[in-house]
């Protein structure tokens, strides 16, 4: 038999492994999940077990024919718009074509795309209105405002609270759009997958294995990119600990590898961070094969990220 006080002393153990193991692997669980996730990349699982993917597989996508252009599996000739379809699946971006350019002798084959403008993103609106949007396009369909003291349905969803026809995100799989019918989980009807638009945008920046910067997380839409082909013009690029034997997988930032748990040091960086005491910005291999880099508030990223970034 085993006593009450061994058992509460054995659940505490047991929580405290799998916090352990989650601290160790929630990292691996989010970086660049979004990136690998739209362009095709396979998880790779540490051992067969299905936690967090150590890394992902892209070959897949690096040895892509490099004069065609690639989207939701499709492949496309130079010059050929995107379908109808693949279109359809992709918002706020319009006009999308394979795009063949030749510089200096390099010729690059990549998507070309116009950004669709909204006015719900460019105007501040005062209350009572707001923008009200459907699922299935990228802008407002119409700025409302409610008579005084109407009743508006209301959708609540990780403690923000949304307007009939509002729109939010639930983590990054789902942009959905506040509706009596919403329940507190993503559904076909209000809610659409959400995209970066990884192909349609940044297939340049993955193929020159370039690393993604996010603001203040380590998924989603990258706000810029440190482009490994023209770091070196602004000073160093290294590695923060030597050896590259840890893990076979290994990050890759041009002709840079970079071990997992390591940090790249580029010089523009340094400089950056020690313009400003709140904010910071820092690359690390987190889930090979490309690098993920985080700017924001250095409490915020130290906070939810378990960082020490001083
Ligand atoms: C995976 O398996 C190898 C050999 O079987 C072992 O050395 C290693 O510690 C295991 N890794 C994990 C994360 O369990
Ligand atoms: C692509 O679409 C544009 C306008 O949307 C059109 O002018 C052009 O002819 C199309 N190109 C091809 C190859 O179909
Ligand atoms: C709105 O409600 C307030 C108090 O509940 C009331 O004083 C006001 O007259 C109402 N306005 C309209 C347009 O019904
Ligand atoms: C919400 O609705 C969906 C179907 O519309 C259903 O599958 C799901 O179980 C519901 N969830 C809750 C928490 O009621
Ligand atoms: C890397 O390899 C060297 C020798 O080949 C070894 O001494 C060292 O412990 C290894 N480092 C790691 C992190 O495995
Ligand atoms: C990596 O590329 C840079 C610039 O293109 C070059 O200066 C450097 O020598 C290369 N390093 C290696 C190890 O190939």
């Not at 379809?85 to 200096?104: E, I, M, P, R, W």
């Not at 008579?147 to 959708?155: R, V």
Request: charge should be neutral.
């Amino acid at each position: 038999m085993i006593s009450i006080k061994d058992q509460k002393f054995l659940l505490k153990l047991i929580l405290l492994i799998v916090y352990l193991d989650c601290a160790k692997c929630t990292t691996g669980c989010i970086s660049n999940k979004q990136l690998y996730r739209e362009i095709g990349c396979k998880p790779i699982f540490e051992n067969d077990s299905n936690s967090c993917p150590v890394a992902y597989d892209c070959e897949n996508v690096f040895t892509r024919s490099s004069d065609k252009c690639y989207l939701n599996g499709n492949v496309y000739e130079p010059k050929a718009n995107i379908s109808k379809l693949d279109s359809a699946l992709s918002l706020c971006v319009s006009g999308c074509f394979c795009d063949q350019k030749t510089n200096d002798k390099k010729t690059t084959t990549a998507f070309a795309c116009t950004y669709d403008v909204c006015r719900s993103r460019m105007s501040l609106i005062a209350e009572p209105c707001y923008y009200k949007f459907d699922k299935n396009l990228c802008c407002e369909t119409e700025l409302y405002c409610p008579k005084e003291n109407a009743t508006i349905h209301e959708c609540v969803y990780d403690g923000k609270t949304y307007r009939n026809g509002q729109q939010f995100k639930i983590q990054n799989d789902y942009l959905c759009v506040c509706s009596p019918e919403f329940n507190g989980t993503a559904n076909d009807k209000l809610c659409r997958q959400f995209k970066c638009n990884y192909e349609l945008l940044y297939m340049k920046n993955i193929l020159n294995l370039d690393a993604p910067l996010y603001f203040e997380e380590k998924d989603g839409c990258p706000i810029n990119w440190y482009q490994s082909e023209y770091e070196s013009d602004f000073g160093t690029v290294e590695v923060s600990a030597g050896t590259v034997n840890s893990s076979n997988h290994v990050c890759k930032y041009g002709n840079l590898s970079v071990p997992i748990g390591q940090e790249l040091k580029i010089d523009r960086l340094s400089i950056r961070n020690s313009e400003s005491d709140s904010y910071k910005t820092i690359c690390t291999c987190d889930t090979p094969p490309l690098i993920t880099c985080i700017t924001g508030r250095k409490d915020i990223i130290n906070g939810k990220f378990n960082m020490h970034i001083i």
